[in-house]
């Protein structure tokens, strides 16, 4: 099972980013092999509008079962949910942590978007 965390840098260290769409980088974690990769989102931090779309179209090319962030706009919700990828919002602290509360069961499964376009 590979889940894709939102971070501000490229290691399990970093502080999670609470944005999707224009986090700066994805941390995929193979969760059976413990192997992870740090994938950049670097046109899509300043994309003009699309940002969201754009990022949940990266997580479905990196072939992901989850995206775990602090939150999630509706265009990116909507391109997750058509994607079947699962959503999990409100994480904090660092890379390693979120993944941590991921595995304990203690994260959100998001039903709806919870913060408008273009936050």
């Known amino acids: 099972m ?3 965390v939102t971070s501000q840098g490229e290691s399990l260290n970093s502080p999670v980013d609470p944005r999707f769409g224009r986090a700066k980088t994805f941390i995929v974690m193979d969760l059976d092999t413990g192997e992870y990769q740090a994938v950049s ?10 940002a969201g779309i754009q990022s949940g179209r990266l997580a479905l090319d990196l072939n992901v079962d989850a995206v775990v962030t602090g939150h999630v706009g509706p265009k990116a919700f909507a391109t997750l949910l058509a994607a079947k990828i699962d ?11 979120t993944l941590q509360a ?18």
Not at 41 to 50: H, K, S
Not at 87 to 97: D, L, M, S, W
């Open 41 to 50: 989102n670097t046109p899509n931090v300043n994309a003009t509008q699309g």
């Open 87 to 97: 959503i999990y919002t409100g994480a904090e602290g660092t890379v390693e942590e």
């Open 102 to 119: 991921y595995r304990d069961g203690r994260l959100k499964k998001a039903s709806s978007p919870d913060v408008e376009g273009h936050w």
């Open 2 to 4: 590979k889940v894709l």
